[in-house]
C-alpha cells in the first residue's frame, strides 16, 4: 500500500504511448493497488499508470461519492468499442496538470473492454461522469491530455504556464 508520487506537465512520460500488459502477476497487483492509494489520497476519481511514471495499459477509477461505500474499477488494456454520436460538455480537470479546469465536449456514452484483475474480459456501457472519465483516463495512456481538446490559444498557454514553473523548480 504505497503513495506514488505524479508526474506533473510537463513531464514527457506523460506523452508516451503505454504498453499492453501480458501477464497479471504479483507486480500489476501492487501497482493497481498503489495507483489507487495514490488516486484517493489526491484526492481524484482516475488515474492513469503513466501519472505514475509507469508507462502500462493500466488505469484505476473510483466515482463513488464521500458518503459511499468505495468502489474502485482497474481497468488492465482497456479500449473503447463504440462511441454515441450524442456529446456532453463538462469541466474536467487532471492530476497532472493541477488546479486548472475547463470545458471539454466528447461523447456521452462509450461501450469499453477492459481485463479485470481476476483476469476476466469484462464489457460494459458508460454514461455520465463514468463515461468521461473512462475517456479522460484512456487517453493518458496515448500519452493524449484534455488540454489537447481546448483551442491553440488556451493549450499554448497552459503549456507555458507549465514549463515556466518547472523552469522554476530547477
Ligand atoms: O486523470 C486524472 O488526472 C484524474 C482526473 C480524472 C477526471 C478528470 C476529469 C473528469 C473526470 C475524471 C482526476 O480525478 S482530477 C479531479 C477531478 C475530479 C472531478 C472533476 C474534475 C477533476
Ligand atoms: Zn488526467
New binding site residues.
Partial sequence: MAKRP?LILPDERLRAIAEPIDKIDEGIRRLAEDMLDT?YD???????AP?VGELRRI?V?DLSKDDEPKAPIVMINPEILSYSDDTVT????????PEL?YE?ERPAEIKVRYTNLEGETVEREAGD?LA??IQ??LD?LDGVL?IDYLSRLKRDRVLKKFQKQARRAG
Avoid at 42 to 48: D, E, H, N, S, V
Avoid at 90 to 97: A, D, F, M, P, V
Fill in positions: 505524479i488516486m489526491a484526492p481524484g476519481i482516475g488515474l492513469a501519472q488505469v477509477m463538462t469541466e474536467e480537470g487532471c492530476l497532472s496538470i479546469y471539454v461522469r468521461i472519465c479522460h483516463e493518458h484534455y
